[in-house]
C-alpha cells in the first residue's frame, strides 16, 4: 500500500471515528439522522454508478474542491476545483479505463457540526488494463454547505486500480480495431472475387463444353444422313 493511502489517511480515519461517535459506535445512520445529506451522497453514487453523470455532478456546488489520491492508476488523480474540471479529470478517464466502475458505501456516516457525510466501502469495476474485478476499499469525505457539496476528499490505494486509459492510448486502440476492420472488409472481398472468378471460369468451361458437344452432335446427325443417302443410291442402282 502506497504511502499517501496508508490507513486512508489521517484525517480521513478521525472523521470516521468522529461520525461514529456522533450516531453510536458500530451503527449505520439513518439519512433522517444527518439531515437527508447521507441520502444524498447515496443517490449521488448510485447515479453515478448507472452512468447518469449529470445527476452524479448536480450534488456538487459550481466551485466544489475534488481531492483524489496521485499517481498514473487512479481515475482524474490529483485536485480539481469546479464541476467541469471533474467532468473532464475523473469522469473522462473513468469512461476511457472502466468496462463498469462505481463506488459501493457500505456504511455512511455523519457528523452533522462539521457539515459533512464520511462513506466508507469500496471502488468496484471492471478496468480496461488489467485482470480481474476491482474492489479497492476507500473511504469518501463529502463536505457539506447547505444542500451542496462543496468538497470531496478520496482516501484510496491508488495502486490497486489496474490504470488509467490516456487520450492517446484510445486513439491509438481505435485507429488498430479499424484497421483490423478494414483487414477483415478486405479479406471477404478477396474471398468474394476469388468465387466470382471460379464461377465465370466454370460457366466458361461449361460453354465449351456444350459447344463441343454440340459439334458432336452435328457431326453425327451429318454421318447418320450421309448414311441414309448412301443407302438410296445403293437402292435405286439395285432397282435399276
Known sequence: MSDESSGFGQRAKSLVEQAKQSVGAGETPLATKVGGRAEAVEEALKAFGQGDIDRFLE???DDV???????????????????????EAFVRDVE???????????????????DIVVAVGAFTGEGVKGEGQLDAPAVQVWEFD?????A????????????????QEQKEREQEQEQEQDE???????????????????????????????DTDGEGEDQRRGGDDSDDDSRGRNGG
Open 96 to 114: 476511457r479505463s472502466f468496462a463498469s466502475f462505481g463506488f459501493r458505501p457500505d456504511h455512511l456516516l455523519g457528523a452533522p457540526e462539521e
Open 65 to 87: 474542491t475534488w481531492s483524489g489520491p496521485k499517481g498514473e492508476n487512479f481515475p482524474g488523480a490529483g485536485n480539481h476545483d469546479g464541476r467541469d474540471a471533474i467532468r
Open 59 to 61: 450534488a456538487f456546488s
Open 152 to 167: 470531496v476528499d478520496i482516501y484510496t490505494d491508488s495502486a490497486a486500480f489496474p490504470g488509467v486509459v490516456t487520450e
Open 146 to 150: 447547505g444542500d451542496e457539496v462543496v
Open 184 to 214: 477483415g472488409d478486405g479479406d471477404g472481398k478477396t474471398d468474394g472475387e476469388g468465387n466470382g472468378g471460379a464461377e465465370a471460369e466454370g460457366d466458361a468451361d461449361g460453354k465449351r463444353d456444350a459447344e463441343a458437344k454440340g
